[in-house]
């Protein structure tokens, strides 16, 4: 039997490079929360690729940024923590922007990892010109020689369009040591399904809101249990949530306008985690004000960061 390899990868990358996008498509299916918000992410997802001669564990990380409040000081040093403990990070640079300051400050933290192998992912490769791309790839040979990164390997992928992620599979693979599996076959992800069903109700509340609000929405799943007295074959998991906001005007925005807001997202929400978990949910959503959560450590420890 061949040697079969297991390990961790890392996708980093400025906020909204397509990390999370990546991360299903190798996987297979949605465990990372999408949308075109920047700092969507902020727990560190797992995503698991099942294949017959390796496991490659994902780690998807919060995007790494120049942080402006305790929340950010938070996420960043769990992104530099993650970074020493994985076998490879691919660093993701969408193919469609230019290299930038962004990724200059990223690639140069990284670089003091030392003993991490590092791949760069010209990502949203369907989105540029042959003739943009194959700037892009100059520029990110570029980037590794300034700030003293040694690539093993560049990169073009489009996860929407599904142009080379087979490769990337192959060249993440590659890096991993040997060793057994380290997950269960079938497990997608090791992340709580209350974590998962709070990313699906907040990527639903962010997504159509304006720019303001991104930072300011946690979810924290309060009851998450099967309704009792239900018929046998037709069972109902009742899930309660509260969307956290920092004001009392954030709340009118989630809620909307006679509560026309929050009734999309909640029926949003109920149609993602229906199909994560495969059962009926009854949803009941409340919106709530933690004023000024980002900068406060007693209430980033109770929503959980």
């Known amino acids: 039997m061949p040697d079969f390899r297991s390990g961790f990868a890392s996708f980093v990358g400025r906020p909204n490079a397509g990390k999370s996008t990546l991360t299903n498509a190798l996987v297979g299916t949605k465990v990372s929360i999408t949308s075109s918000k920047p700092q ?6 797992r995503g698991i690729v099942h294949r017959p001669d390796a496991q490659l564990v994902l780690v998807d990380t919060p995007g790494l940024h120049r942080p402006r409040t305790l929340l950010g000081e938070r996420l960043n040093s769990l992104v530099t923590t993650t970074w020493a403990e994985v076998d490879v990070v691919a660093v993701c640079l969408p193919a469609n922007e230019r290299v930038g300051p962004g990724d200059r400050f990223l690639v140069t933290e990284l670089a003091k990892v030392r003993r ?39 990169v073009p992928v489009s996860a929407v369009s599904g142009d080379q992620v087979g490769l990337l599979a192959d060249l993440l693979v590659a890096q991993l040591p040997e060793g057994p599996p380290l997950y269960p076959d079938g497990e997608l992800t090791d992340a709580p399904e209350e974590t998962l069903v709070a990313e699906l109700i907040r990527e639903a509340a962010l997504e159509g809101v304006r720019d303001e609000l991104p930072h300011s929405i946690a979810v924290v799943v309060e009851e998450m249990q099967p309704r009792e007295g239900r018929p046998e074959g037709r069972p109902l ?8 906001v920092e004001r009392s005007s954030q709340k009118g925005i989630v809620i909307g306008h006679q509560g026309s807001r929050l009734r999309e997202v909640g029926t949003a929400a109920r149609r993602q985690i229906e199909a994560l978990l495969g059962t009926p949910v009854y949803l009941d959503l409340h919106v709530k004000i933690a004023k000024d959560w980002q900068r406060d450590p007693r209430q980033l420890r109770r929503l959980g960061f």
């Open 116 to 154: 991490t192998t590092k791949v760069a992912v010209a990502t949203k490769s369907d989105l540029a010109t042959p003739q943009q791309l194959a700037e892009h790839l100059l520029a990110i040979a570029r980037l590794g020689e300034e700030t003293a990164t040694a690539w093993q390997e560049i």
């Open 237 to 244: 998991l009742d899930v309660r949530a509260n969307l956290f």
């Open 40 to 45: 969507t992410t902020r727990t560190v997802v």
